[in-house]
């Protein structure tokens, strides 16, 4: 089509994980949380509809905010809300990267990142991980045409963090802001908020899809100084977020009781995957997220991955150049990864 730019008309697109719209799978493909919300979450929503939906929602979700910055520990003013953290990582690029100019990220890691530089008119350049998911200085490196960095901690594929320290001190030697892509971080030993007083190039992104299962809702965050909110303000739609979901995501972390316990299912069984597929012969490293990455020395496993939708189980398949293929498997229900490790048991046998 003539009249779709040529940046538009040249890029492939996100593709996001396989959603099945008939019959029932075990669905262990897109980091979904398996154990349904706090019930506060659907109290609120219902007393939001009870007051109706006719005039439009609060364009800060203040109500969030408050709560979130008594849970976080920062102010208030130093918290921008989202339709998913993907919005917020749309926010901060349209805010900081221009047509011509570069975006950095790690490799592997989450896809999306080249789609929001594409969507610029911008670069993109990768910086691969070493071979224990650690970064080196090259990721810091000045460039002149450098307008943000993106850094997912814990990381996706791998299920791997880099210690805040060590962001500090990336962030200090870069020459532009570094989002900490931190979806996961409800899942792991240690997070990089506490950073964000101490570097004002630091900005932290969180999701309430993952560990307060409320991925069909879409709301997430992003906390930074305030005067990079202020700023950020002015590139966010209008009424980004809907009443219904400011709603639920205050209710939702307003239960940390309910997510202390959600957490501590989720880890136990993510050890039990971990196990389980070290058992079955995989490669399997230790996760700070709701997922395990899981390879084998002697095979390629995509016929696997096929072999297992066949049987009804979905994970996500992911071949990467210079790093070969693996299976990146979601930490479902117990039910669900015995019934995943039977079924590649039987898979596997000679």
Not at 22 to 40: Q, R
Not at 251 to 280: F, H, P, V, Y
Not at 302 to 330: F, H, S
């Amino acid at each position: 089509m003539s009249f779709v730019r040529p940046e538009i008309a040249a890029m492939s697109g996100y593709t996001p994980g396989e959603q099945p719209q008939g019959g029932k799978f075990i669905k262990l493909n897109t980091n979904e949380n398996p154990y349904p919300p706090s019930a506060a979450v659907r109290r609120a929503i219902e007393e939001t509809l009870d007051r109706g939906l006719t005039k439009y929602p609060d364009p800060h979700a203040t109500a969030f905010r408050l709560r979130a910055s008594e849970v976080l520990g920062v102010p208030p003013d130093w918290i921008l809300c989202g339709n998913g953290s993907d919005d917020i990582l749309t926010i901060v690029t349209r805010a900081f990267v221009g047509q011509g100019q570069r975006l950095r990220l790690p490799y592997p890691s989450y896809v999306l990142y080249r789609t929001l530089a594409q969507l610029q008119g911008a670069e993109w350049e990768e910086v691969h991980f070493r071979s224990d998911w650690t970064l080196d200085d090259a990721f810091a490196a000045p460039r002149d045409d450098l307008r943000l960095a993106f850094l997912p901690n814990p990381n996706s594929p791998s299920g791997t963090t880099i210690p805040p320290e060590r962001v500090l001190e990336l962030a200090e030697r870069l020459p532009c802001p570094l989002l900490v892509d931190e979806a996961y971080a409800d899942f792991a030993d240690q997070n990089c908020l506490n950073l964000v007083r101490e570097n004002e190039k630091i900005l932290v992104s969180r999701t309430m899809s993952k560990s307060y299962s409320l991925a069909g809702l879409r709301f997430g965050f992003l906390v930074a100084q305030p005067q990079v909110i202020e700023q950020l303000n002015k590139v966010k739609d209008s009424y980004n977020c809907d009443a219904l979901a400011i709603a639920g995501a205050t209710a939702a972390i307003d239960d940390q009781a309910w997510l202390a316990e959600n957490r501590g299912k989720i880890l136990a069984t993510r050890q039990r995957l971990t196990e389980g597929m070290r058992s079955l012969g995989f490669d399997a490293i230790p996760s700070q997220a709701n997922f395990v990455w899981c390879t084998r020395a002697d095979q390629p496993v995509e016929a696997l991955y096929q072999r297992l939708k066949e049987q009804r189980i979905l994970v996500r398949y992911m071949n990467y150049p210079c790093w070969g293929d693996g299976l990146r498997i979601t930490v479902g229900t117990e039910d669900q990864i015995e019934a995943l490790l039977a079924t590649l048991k039987l898979l596997l046998a000679p």
